[in-house]
């Protein structure tokens, strides 16, 4: 039998002075575990306090896999999180172990099945239902800145390990520690505020049963390097530190719980700024995206976001926030389909959009992990048809201000001027361009719309989290970003409405995966996937009456032209890009 344990978003939560998991480790019967947490849990480090705290006789062998987006509930993270396992594990029994708290602070619900297959179905199922748990299980016991600059300096003391440098990332190896930036930059500060730093650590005092002089000798050497390697500035370095499981002290925090603040200090906190460790901190954002070279996105708290970026990229974007029409022929409105914006500002070529934080998942990672299905793509189009036929003539908005040949330049020009403006560093880039320019003009059939999106891919649709009952209203279950607003510099709504099935196209050939450099869709269960909802998706749009050879020109050329937005990308994850854009067909 296979234990395989589902961490929720506090597996380190201390219950009685010790990490909830070890609890739960330490009763496994059995020297191999598998564990899949979430990528949140990496501002913890939380594998390497596994590796270090959950040290057994015999020694456990650790499995993780790392689900990178937060899922709907325990079984889409069972579902995802065992296919890096399925091999290891074979046809053996398994068993899920539920680490969420119950009313007995240690006690665990397990799930057991027959064997892999058995449990991927049964999930597939579940999920395809909108179901999120299981049925059954057995229960187990088991901003402020610094006011009082002329203050007195301190002799501050930090501990070195898991609060400076994370734990080995191989175990007794101290040359694999990795920096934590968010303390490394309070020390920093600190010392720039003119406060002595100590540094005090409890490193090998275990192994040599508390001896300081051979401490000293073994670990000195390799904890001054790591020091200087880092960069971290010191004034005084002590070896010895007693080992113990709970320190208690009147001066004591800890740094993932507490701030300065309980001593006077008053600190902005800091997120992870691996060039300088000096940025504005702002909270975590469970399942986001890469952004653009261009814009960045910060969460401030648990309602909102500010999105920041160049004036003559979103000033469509907001003046489409602005214009959202209000009414749809007496059925509620398109605003429904929209964060709500909360506030702007303009300061010299920048826009900050202040709007709602929508707590969901972009589609790319459901269809990164096969868990897209027919009716969310039956729900896509069907907001798309609401959007294109959008007719309450009360709104202004409604009138259609743009041209063929507006739309002609959207496509051509523009594409053109980015060809000719940027690097596209590929011998046959000319080859492909008139390709595609040439397909565009030949197949023009476009069909003018008062209302598109503009940016119509799965990274930009948010699917919200379950409230209650499975909602059927599609407006109460997507949120769309990231909207255009502009066409042939005029800032309209209007559009052609091939703009976003060529968009949506791009999505469904496996673009956002590519983008990401996800492997696993060069497998063939993944490939037979794409394939399958390609050939869906095509079916859709012919059942529309859509140009299938304009829609893939489009879809072609709308790739094309993002590649001076991802610049900054690796080499690897360009030239992949390229492969895909000229295997558009």
């Not at 997120?271 to 960045?296: C, E, F, G, L, S």
């Amino acid at each position: 039998m296979k234990h395989l344990i589902l961490c929720d978003e506090n597996p380190l939560e201390f219950v009685m002075g010790r990490h909830r998991i070890e609890y739960v480790i330490e009763n496994i019967p059995s020297d191999e575990i598998y564990i899949i947490y979430n990528i949140f849990l990496n501002q913890s480090n939380f594998k390497e306090t596994i590796l270090t705290k959950c040290k057994t006789k015999p020694p456990t062998r650790f499995h993780f896999s790392q689900i990178d987006y937060r899922t709907r509930g325990i079984v889409e993270t069972a579902f995802v999180g065992i296919h890096p396992f399925i091999d290891d594990i074979g046809d053996d029994k398994i068993v899920f172990i539920d680490i969420r708290p119950t009313p007995t602070p240690t006690a665990t619900t397990e799930y057991h099945f027959d064997n892999t297959k058995t449990f991927l179905a049964d999930a597939k199922t579940l999920l395809d239902d909108d179901t999120y748990v299981f049925s059954n299980g057995n229960t187990n016991g088991n901003t402020i800145k610094n006011k009082n600059n002329n203050k007195n300096k301190l002799r501050i003391c930090f501990d070195l390990d898991n609060t400076l440098l994370t734990y080995p990332a191989i175990a007794g190896d101290y040359s694999t520690v990795k920096p934590i930036y968010n303390n490394l930059s309070l020390l920093k500060k600190l010392k720039s505020d003119g406060h002595e730093i100590i540094i005090y650590t409890a490193r090998r005092m275990k192994t040599h049963h508390g001896n300081v002089g051979k401490v000293i000798k073994d670990i000195a050497g390799i904890t001054i390097d790591t020091l200087e390697r880092f960069n971290i500035e010191y004034d005084e370095l002590i070896f010895g530190k007693p080992i113990a499981d709970i320190y208690i002290d009147d001066r004591a925090i800890n740094p993932y719980i507490n701030d300065l603040s309980y001593f006077g200090l008053f600190y902005d906190k800091d997120v992870d700024d691996k060039d300088t460790a000096n940025a504005t901190a702002h909270q975590y954002i469970p399942n986001k995206i890469r952004n653009n070279k261009y814009n960045k996105i910060r969460r401030c708290d648990d309602a909102y976001i500010v999105k920041t970026g160049p004036i003559d990229i979103m000033k469509g974007e907001l003046f489409y926030y602005q214009n959202i029409p209000s009414r749809s022929g007496g059925s509620g409105g398109l605003q429904d389909y929209f964060p709500r914006l909360i506030d702007y500002s303009i300061d010299v070529d920048t826009i900050d959009l202040k709007m709602d934080y929508i707590e969901g998942i972009p589609l790319y990672y459901l269809y990164k992990n096969c868990l897209l299905t027919h009716r969310h793509i039956d729900e896509l189009f069907d907001i798309l048809e609401r959007l294109h036929t959008h007719e309450d003539t009360s709104d202004c908005i409604d009138t259609i201000v743009i041209t063929c040949d507006n739309v002609k330049n959207n496509y051509v020009k523009k594409l053109k001027n980015r060809f000719n403006k940027q690097d596209y560093p590929f011998e046959d880039a000319e080859e492909v361009f008139r390709a595609i320019i040439e397909g565009i003009e030949a197949h023009f059939s476009p069909i003018l719309s008062p209302v598109i999106h503009g940016d119509f891919w799965f990274s930009n649709i948010i699917l919200k989290y379950a409230e209650g009952d499975a909602d059927t209203d599609n407006r109460n279950r997507y949120k769309l970003l990231d909207m255009r607003g502009m066409i042939d510099d005029i800032l309209t709504l209007n559009g052609d409405i091939y703009y976003d099935y060529g968009k949506l196209y791009q999505s469904i050939l496996g673009y956002d995966l590519v983008l990401n450099g996800d492997t696993s869709s060069e497998s063939i269960k993944h490939i037979e996937y794409i394939q399958e909802m390609k050939t869906y998706f095509l079916q859709k749009c012919l059942a529309k009456g859509l140009n299938i050879d304009f829609l893939t020109y489009i879809t072609k050329g709308l790739v094309f032209g993002t590649l001076p937005f991802i610049s900054h990308y690796d080499n690897d994850v360009k030239k992949n890009v390229w492969d895909f854009v000229k295997a558009i067909a």
